[in-house]
């Protein structure tokens, strides 16, 4: 999994906007795009995920024509934002979450009447942030739907039992709650990552399933871990305990390119999220992602984004979404009640 780890810093999640409540059967959200979520966000991101935590009771989301039953202890995530529909019990006047956003995010939006008066659902919901470059390569491989079980050993039941923690000392407004509840979603994501990638069974290729095979895992964390460094195909396989043609063969075969092209790729992709999210100048950024000379770096980059790095910089920020007010504090929770 240290593949995955230094991906996932490079990538720096960040937890928007958490909220629990009390649904009460039947209940209906409508939850739109996650992107529509981008506006409110602070931080520089360009891609949004949202997840939801079922504490008690049942529930189900569906994407698309694919329904998913939700039993206590799952967490649920939407890797590739998709639209969404969740509930639980037949019946009832579905919540139209494009509209209730702006509710939400200002703190204002109560879950009192929330619901039929049934059998309760517990739900924990948030949404994790992030440049969608990056995460390219681990989204690409996943379903629409992920779901996993945190409550089948004891490192789950501590996730779950901290969570509940943190929500509480943020509804009391204890200091730098906020912070505990941000480094929990990426704790949690990566959690379900975990997870997903011990299910997955033998013949599976894909970043995910590249991270989880020993050799070229070693190989993908070392290359996350110093992208920088001057890397040979000759010291790549020695990272990873392998031959030279046999490191090629087994990277290949799970990521569909060699290992050199593939460091290839993510220096050129790290290269420009610095031109989108820093002023570092083009010459510094090319040195930072590992090339000898700006006019190196400008030439690979042209091929890869069709555009030279300092117009790509200009379009990039030209294309930055208008930040909606930030509210007043960063953890907004919805008030806990039944119907």
Known sequence: MDALSELLRAVKLSGALFYKSSCSAPWHLDAPPSKMFLPYIRARATHVMEFHHITEGTAFVKVGEETTPLAPGDIVIMPHGDAHVMGAGAGGQPIDGDAALPSLWAGKLALASFGGGGEVTGLVCGYLACDGELIKPVLAGLPRVLRVNIRTDPAGDWLDNMLRHALAQAAARTPGSDVILAHLAEVLFTEVLRRYLLTLPEGRTGWLAGAGDPAVGRALAALHREPA??????????????????????????????????????????????LRSTSRSVQRVAVDVGYDSEAAFNRAFKRRFSVPPARYRREARSRVPAKLPPPRTKVRLAARARA
């Open 229 to 274: 460094y001057n890397w040979t195909l000759d010291s790549l396989a020695q990272e990873a305990g392998l031959s030279r043609s046999a490191l090629t063969e087994r990277f290949t075969r799970f990521l569909g390119q060699s290992p050199m092209a593939y460091l290839a790729d993510w220096r050129l992709e790290l290269g420009a999220e610095a």
